[in-house]
Each structure stands twice: as C-alpha cells, then as structure tokens.
C-alpha cells in the first residue's frame, strides 16, 4: 500500500461514567473534562490525515461530544470515531451523533442478564440496546454514511452464546462487530472467575471466522488482531511486530496530557502537557523514547495500533504493511 497513514489520537474526554462495570479499571468521578480548546490547539499543529477516537469513562457526559465537528477546527480531520456505553443515547441526541461523527460503537457484551450484571445496573441492557436502535434508525432516516457498530467483552458468560448473540445484534441492524477478551491479570480473581482460558480458543477462533465470513468485523480486525487475543488467553506473548506510539497514534488523558497510547500508565517525568509549546517531530521522538523506557507490561499483549485505526478506509491488509518491520521491544 503506498498511501500516507492516518494519524490516530485517541480523546479519553472525561474518566466519569454513569456504570459500574465489573471489569473497568478506568473509572474515576473525580475526573476532570478534557479541554477541547487545548485539544484543537494541538490538532491543528498535525499536519496529516486525523483519525480522532473518543473515549472516556463515559464521553456522553461531556456535552461537547455532541458537536465535535464544530468545536475542532483542523482542516486535516478525516475520521471521528467514538465508543459509549450507549445507555444515555435519546432519539434527540442520536440525531447530533450520527451527524458528527464516522464510527459510533456501542458496548454491549452479551444478553439482558449478562449486560446487566457485567455493567452493575440492572435495566441498562434495554437502554444500551434502545439507543442503539435510535442510532441505526436515524443513519437510515439521514440516509447517512456513518458505520455503527458494537464492541463486546467476550467472558465466560457469553462463550457458548456467541453466535446467537452476534446474530441478534447483525438482525437489530449494526454494521460491524469488534470484540475482544476481558484484559485483566490472568492471576486476578475476577479473571478466574470470568476471563477466557485456554479451552475457549476454539471458539474465539470459530467466531471470529464466522464474522469475518458475513463481513461484518469491524475495520482493524484483523488476523494479526485475533493472533494478539489468542496469545493473551494462551498467555504465550510473542514480540511486537510494530509499534507507532507518538509516530502514528498518540493518547490525550482527560486531564489534557499526552502519552504513548491509551494503555500506557503514567511515569514520573514521562508525559506532556498538550498546553506545551512544541512541534510533532519533538514529542514524536520523545513519545517513542518514553515508550521504550517504561515499557509496561500491557505491551507484551497489544492491540492498541488496530483500534486506533479503526475508520472507514482502513482493510484487513494493513498489517502487512508491517510484517517485515523492526520490532520496538
């Protein structure tokens, strides 16, 4: 392929959310609301195609998520992607969602029974699935081009329920299906009690070949994707292939720092005001550099360079891009 990468900036906009989901480490009511004023400050100082990932906690409680498209002014914004809990989509607000952004994903993580519990509220099953419903009825009624999907966290609650689940959600209407497994310590006690073993491999793979033959995987999931997901449920990490921390995707925190990637957890002298004078070439070096030094154990399992690819021109294909690429580890 021989085409200029995107540039993937993931916006964790708020650490709030309005769920309790067993498996989230993320959450944090405390937390402040990304600066978007910062944050287009920044972007235009980008001078490549962007794709932009929102995320949170829970983004919809930040109301400026609403009108994205206003509020970031960089001529280079190709893509706008976001993922949500879906719980607090109206039929008034997908409207506004639908018209700002590319890539909307609803997580949904199996039937009524197991959503609820896995998200700690009961009753929010209905609502995750109803606006999901107000997205894909309003994309039709707009006649839009924007791609809804779900990403679900595959548990041992959902394993032997996963083609019917799946087919479900293809009948309501979604375009693509992401998926991958619960990413907690394999030694913890809530990975024992529900994380994927060795005896679920089989399965992944099946379903993953099933969903890649109707078509519907989301864009970035990949074989090299599902490669990465059976090596965390083997335990059986392999190195890296690439990694394009700072040179290709980079992650704003809610409190406006820069760090190499969603997964990568704060040093001491190790990250970035956005509000700081610089230039890309700069904090691309010195992203890649920190990225070396603290290389946390997240690293060995990462799927982090396919997420962030995650937009409407992205195919199967573009690991090859990196097959014969030095490996960062």
């Not at 997580?107 to 209905?126: A, N, V």
């Not at 980079?250 to 990250?271: D, M, Q, V």
């Amino acid at each position: 392929m021989n085409r200029e990468m995107h540039y993937s900036v993931t916006l964790e906009v708020t650490r709030r959310c309005n769920l309790n989901c067993i498996f989230c480490g993320i959450k944090d009511n405390s937390s402040p609301i990304l600066d978007i004023k910062q944050v287009d400050k920044f972007l235009n100082k980008i001078k490549r195609p962007l794709f932009i990932f929102v995320t949170g906690g829970e983004p919809l409680l930040v109301p400026y998520v609403f009108e994205i498209r206003e509020r970031l002014t960089s001529s280079n914004i190709e893509q706008i992607g976001i993922n949500t809990n879906g719980s607090l989509i109206s039929e008034h607000n997908a409207i506004k969602l639908v018209k700002n952004y590319d890539l909307i994903e609803v997580s949904i993580d199996g039937f009524r029974e197991i959503h609820d519990f896995l998200r700690g509220k009961k009753g929010i099953y209905e609502k995750a699935i109803n606006g999901l419903k107000y997205l894909i009825s309003t994309k039709r009624a707009l006649k839009s081009n924007v791609v809804i999907g779900i990403n679900t966290v595959i548990t041992k609650l959902l394993i032997g329920q996963l083609k019917d689940f799946f087919d479900e959600m293809l009948q309501i209407g979604v375009d693509v299906i992401q998926f991958t497994p619960m990413l907690h310590d394999p030694n913890s006690e809530i990975y024992k009690k529900y994380g994927l073993r060795r005896e679920h491999i089989s399965a992944v793979r099946d379903i993953y070949d099933y969903l890649d033959k109707k078509r519907v995987l989301a864009p970035g999931m990949n074989t090299y994707y599902l490669e990465r997901i059976l090596e965390f449920i083997r335990g059986d990490y392999k190195p890296l292939v690439f990694c394009g921390t700072g040179r290709y995707f980079i992650h704003i925190s809610a409190e406006g720092t820069l760090y190499p990637c969603c997964s990568f957890y704060p040093r001491k002298n190790s990250t970035v005001s956005i509000q700081e004078d610089f230039d890309l070439e700069r904090i691309t070096k010195h992203m890649h550099l920190m990225r070396n030094k603290y290389v946390p154990n997240s690293c060995r399992f990462c799927l982090n360079l396919y997420n962030t690819y995650l937009n409407v021109h992205s195919n199967r294909g573009v690991a090859n891009e990196y097959k014969g690429c030095k490996t960062y580890i």
